[in-house]
């Protein structure tokens, strides 16, 4: 795992020029060879020009990726031909790109920042502590995303040198050290420099802050059949939290420049001409029956592909219907089109779902409203008559079954944030997600196994970790259930 890190990723670590907009995204691929000092500010720059495919990452090939495949378990998209991935085929993906790539340049930015003998020439990319808050908030983003996924997983002393040889930490207290981490990032940001290289907030501090608790807000929730108590004291923790949560018309979104650097939905469709993934009947469904009008922003037709069919059933529908819903549509998949990263409604809608639960004292209905609302605002479609007939419908409003119809609205909101999509329904059972026909376990999965390559350099550490994950013979189960999904 980790000892393939200066092999794979020298070019990025030692790059030599600053990045301060997305359109300067080349730069960082300029030619390592001319300094051996690492460049903080295109560093960052890597890191978060990757953010967007961490939403949905646009496989170009048959190698599907991480996130693409949690969009098929939560059900928003459909497999358009090969079909393995939507009919639960064990997967097997690796996540050296992660440690041996983003989560080593922050950890870069850390020690470059951190270390007396050359903490004053990283200065000259913002002031030190600013550039560690933010590498710590990205670390914690990302990590989530792979404990979210995994589950138990090398994290403590991961980022060290180590010969690939790392124990695995245990979710939970990966977990209690995320929100230390995030409050400290927090309190550390001082009133120097910004970070050069930041295209995703250009240097607004306090939009770093917001970004930092409303991550801290939704990792909490996420132990809300787990540990209540805990998720409860977190999630109060973020809201009264310096600068508090994102608020109406506060999102984090990578913006493209266009040309090479595309919205990776445009690259996926115009240009590498891949049709294999469209938006799934389960989704398109959902939209069609509550009269919801994102499906003018999420997909290009009404007309949703069935999902987890046999490749066989899978052809026959593409061939009668070729005009099958692709991923979002009109100025969404436009080359310059942004890409949610976290939004103002899942945060409306996770205060909605912590007020419900009574973790909070605001009020369910405004929280709920504020979250739909700024969904449909986000994408695009929001007028004041339709939004108003929209929630007036018995199928929306809280009027019965509140919890349900929150944890739908956070899962229809998320899209096309597929990893979160799946930790809404693995953590509250919504919307009611059926099993692919086509599949032959019946079973929607859970986790991911780990990848061969983890078992082939650290075969002791995970092959440990992995007997918590057994169902019935089978070890390293996608049906196993992580620490919060217990």
């Not at 490749?311 to 969404?332: K, T, Y």
């Amino acid at each position: 795992m980790f000892d393939k890190r200066a092999l794979l990723f020298s070019a990025i670590l030692f790059a030599t020029v600053s990045c301060s907009k997305i359109d300067e995204f080349g730069n960082i691929n300029q030619n390592p060879g001319t300094t051996t000092t690492p460049v903080p500010s295109a560093l960052l720059t890597n890191v978060l020009s990757a953010l967007g495919n961490e939403t949905w990452d646009a496989p170009y090939t048959n190698s599907i990726g991480l996130t693409t495949v949690c969009g098929f378990y939560c059900q928003y998209f459909s497999e358009t031909l090969y079909t393995e991935n939507s009919t639960y085929g064990r997967p097997n993906i690796n996540w050296d790109n992660y440690y041996a790539g983003k989560l080593y340049d922050l950890q870069t930015i850390i020690n470059f920042n951190s270390d007396a003998a050359t903490s004053s020439a990283a200065a000259a990319y913002g002031s030190n502590k600013n550039q560690i808050a933010v590498a710590r908030i990205l670390k914690v983003y990302l990590f989530s995303l792979l404990t979210d996924c995994y589950g138990d997983l090398p994290y403590f002393n991961s980022l060290k040198a180590d010969n690939g040889i790392v124990a695995f930490d245990a979710q939970e207290n990966i977990y209690k050290n995320f929100f230390s981490e995030l409050s400290e990032a927090v309190d550390q940001f001082d009133d120097g420099l910004a970070p050069s290289g930041d295209i995703l907030f250009n240097g607004d501090l306090t939009m770093w802050r917001k970004f930092a608790n409303s991550l801290h807000a939704v990792l909490a929730l996420r132990l809300s059949k787990i540990d209540a108590s805990l998720g409860s004291a977190e999630f109060n923790k973020a809201l009264s939290s310096k600068d508090g949560v994102f608020g109406f018309n506060e999102n984090a979104q990578l913006n493209y420049p266009g040309g090479v650097y595309s919205n990776p939905v445009y690259t996926y469709y115009a240009v590498a001409q891949q049709f294999r993934i469209g938006v799934s009947s389960t989704m398109i469904d959902w939209l069609l029956n509550n009269h919801d009008n994102r499906i003018n922003a999420y997909a290009n037709s009404s007309i949703g592909f069935p999902y987890g069919l046999t490749r066989d059933s899978a052809l026959a529908f593409n061939n009668a219907n070729p005009n099958w819903a692709r991923i979002l549509q009109g100025e969404n998949t436009s080359t310059t089109a942004a890409i949610p990263i976290l939004t103002s409604a899942e945060i409306f809608l996770a205060r909605a779902e912590a007020a419900q639960q009574g973790w909070t004292n605001e009020d369910v209905n405004t929280m709920y409203e504020n979250g739909v609302k700024e969904s449909w605002t986000y994408w695009n479609v929001y007028t004041d008559s339709s939004f108003a007939a929209y929630m007036s419908q018995p199928a929306i409003n809280l009027s019965s079954n509140p919890f349900q119809k929150i944890c739908e609205q956070e899962w229809a909101a998320i899209y096309p944030n597929g990893p979160r999509g799946w930790n809404i329904w693995r953590r509250t059972g919504y919307p009611n997600l059926q099993p692919a026909s086509g599949s032959s376990s019946h079973v929607i999965p859970r986790r991911f196994p780990y990848g061969n390559n983890e078992y082939s350099t650290n075969s002791d550490n995970v092959n440990k970790a992995a007997e918590q994950y057994t169902i019935g013979g089978d070890k390293d189960s996608p049906y196993g259930r992580m620490w919060w999904d217990k």
